[in-house]
């Protein structure tokens, strides 16, 4: 075997992995914050519920609801089905998704199906590609050029996880110049470039560097849902790699405390780590964000069914709704700026 098949296939066959320890272990570590941050009711609405819209603009395109189905899958051809479930909600629903990783296809042509499958089931929606920050570093506009082109995306997203590369004894542990890359690359493509996190926030002072770079949105990835340390955790292969897996499964910036360090700056942000209900895509709104992303809780419907993943986006787009009613909210931009009382750890740290 090359090395370069050894590499794309090792790539490869963790992305499987990933996704299986992501839906049988506990792998979900730290506090969002969203407990803390109470909407405010209103019990006189004045509007009728079943008028409410939650449709919004991102980027200049209209969506259906603020809810972003958040980078995943697809890297390994065990993979496809599920990027097609998700793919045919994020048609059905009209709401933006972004895919995994790309670069397992980048490296191996054979697995693009598993990501050129979302733009067949999603023929019309918001589709954003995705990369790492390293690899982009390394591979320069190139990859980021056919990242897009392999899904006729709409945009790209740039993933930034020092902390899973830091305790992954595999992973890159030099991020130096990432930032560069970035910059060449928002000030270079035709596409609008998205930096996320994966879980562990992004900070003002960081946020701050992604927009003087030229980054047209930030996906704040804060810490409070799947937690990539936790997944190296049921991963790693020895003891000492499992503890600091463990000890590293609660680092980072709570999900509401970087969304308010993000916000601000009159730019589209999206929110997402640990949010898990449409009332949480709902505080989010109401905290400034333009989009509620969520991983884990649609994957694990999307790996049993269609009928599964469908009922799930039907309880989410529900929650909002009532959310927004009792917020006397007829559309997301009038969500926007609710009062919210914000308590315990989250309103210390603000
Ligand atoms: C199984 C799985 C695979 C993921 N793979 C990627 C990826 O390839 N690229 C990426 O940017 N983020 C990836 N993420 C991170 C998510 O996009 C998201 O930022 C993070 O999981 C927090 O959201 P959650 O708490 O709703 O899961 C993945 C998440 C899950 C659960």
């Known amino acids: 075997m090359s090395e370069k098949t050894d590499k794309s296939t090792y790539t490869s066959s963790r992305k499987l992995e990933h996704l299986r320890i992501c839906c049988s272990g506990d792998i979900e570590a730290g506090s969002s914050g969203f407990d803390d941050v109470r909407l405010v009711h209103n019990s006189l609405p004045e509007c009728n519920m079943d008028k409410i819209s939650p449709a919004v603009r991102f980027l200049d395109y209209r969506l259906n609801s603020p809810l972003f189905i958040s980078a995943m899958t697809g890297g390994h051809p065990d993979t496809a089905e599920v990027n097609r479930r998700l793919g045919e909600a994020a048609e059905h629903f009209n709401i933006g998704m972004g895919v995994g990783s790309q670069r397992a296809a980048l490296e191996n042509p054979d697995l693009e199906d598993s990501f050129s499958v979302v733009r067949e089931a999603a023929p019309g929606a918001f589709l954003c590609g995705n990369l790492g920050a390293v690899q982009l570093r390394e591979k320069g506009a190139e990859w980021a ?15 930034l996880n020092p902390l ?9 542990h030099d991020s130096s110049g990432c930032i560069e890359a970035i910059s060449e690359l928002c000030n270079s493509s ?67 405390v970087s969304l308010i360090e993000v916000c601000g700056e009159g730019k589209p942000v999206i929110a997402s780590g640990g949010l898990r209900s449409g009332i949480d895509i709902a505080k989010a709104i109401a905290l400034g964000a333009a989009l509620g992303g969520m991983a884990l809780p649609l994957l694990k419907p999307a790996m049993e069914s269609s009928g599964a993943l469908f009922e799930k986006i039907r309880q989410i787009q529900d929650e909002l709704r009532i959310a927004m009613y009792l917020t006397g909210s007829v559309n997301c931009a009038a969500l926007a700026g609710k009062r919210v009382y914000i308590t315990g750890k989250t309103g210390e740290m603000i």
């Open 190 to 256: 035709k596409y609008p470039v998205i930096v996320k996190e994966t879980g562990a926030g992004i900070s003002a002072e960081v946020a701050g560097k992604l927009w003087s770079a030229g980054a047209a949105a930030i996906d704040t990835g804060g810490l409070g849902g799947t937690s990539w340390a936790a997944v190296e955790a049921l991963r790693g292969k020895d003891e000492s790699l499992r503890l600091l897996g463990r000890d590293f499964s609660d680092w980072g910036i709570p999900a509401v």
């Open 164 to 172: 899973q590369e830091a305790v992954q004894p595999e992973g890159d």
């Open 145 to 159: 050029d056919r990242a897009v082109e392999m899904i006729d995306a709409q945009a790209l997203c740039i993933h």
